[in-house]
């Protein structure tokens, strides 16, 4: 099985600071991780996977995560914050071993971003 | 590039009647997947087409079903609808069955009343 948690519904944030966004999953092999984000009355934009290799991965629009084999975790990251980041946010885990490949997401968290 | 596209973007249905969603995915891509975004549920996973056939399915009921044509394009077809249905459907692609990335599509909003 394959699960997916992301503790935080929403997270705030002021622009120009940096911003993390937390996601654990569990799969009983090894994880191909995503992230996607939502903007309002839209379908889901890729922003980057990690599949193997470094475990940091860059993304679009400046965004970053880091796979974390030992805390199972893969933190969405910008150094530096815009309003228009803010949107929903979701992680979402594929085991390796997963042949039917389906997508298991988070919740979703909510990025708010102050000016 | 053209990216998945969905019609319609709004359906309204009454209770007891189908709906027929459907989806084009990005120009080379095989696989077609279906997902539900119902509030309080998150985003589910409903099926996966690729190649015409049948490869994966969520865990929902007969009721839902769909299909893959020679050109790639997909529908979904729900029957006997019920109120509990009224979700967002997101239909994503992906360039093959051993692709990682989806690419998803803007949704059809069905509302059941």
């Known amino acids: 099985a394959q699960s997916v948690a992301q503790p935080e519904d929403q997270v705030n944030v002021a622009e120009g600071n940096p911003l993390t966004v937390k996601c654990t999953y569990s799969?009983?092999?090894?994880?191909?991780l995503f992230w996607y984000v939502q903007y309002p009355n839209r379908g889901l934009q890729f922003l980057l996977k990690y599949i193997t290799g470094d475990n940091l991965v860059k993304g679009s629009y400046g965004f970053e995560a880091e796979f974390n084999k030992s805390q199972t975790s893969f933190h969405l990251k910008k150094p530096s914050a815009l309003v228009s980041d803010s949107a929903l946010y979701f992680c979402a885990v594929r085991d390796i071993n997963n042949a039917g490949n389906m997508l298991t997401f988070g919740g979703g968290t909510r990025l708010m971003v102050k000016p | 590039e053209a990216g998945v596209t969905q019609s319609p973007t709004h359906l309204i249905k009454t209770r007891g009647q189908q709906a027929t969603l459907r989806c084009s995915p990005i120009?080379?891509?095989?696989?077609v997947y279906w997902y539900q975004q119902a509030l309080g549920l998150g985003l589910q996973f409903l099926l996966w087409y690729d190649e015409g056939e049948e490869r994966n399915r969520g865990n929902f009921p007969p009721r839902f079903s769909g299909r893959q044509f020679p050109n790639y394009s997909s529908e979904l077809n729900v029957n006997a609808l019920e109120l509990e249905d009224s979700a967002l459907y997101l239909c994503?692609?992906?360039?093959?069955?051993?692709?990682?990335?989806?690419?998803f599509g803007p949704g059809t909003r069905l509302t059941v009343t």
């Open positions: 994503a692609s992906s360039l093959g069955r051993r692709a990682y990335e989806q690419y």
């Open positions: 799969v009983s092999g090894n994880p191909y």
């Open positions: 120009s080379g891509h095989t696989s």
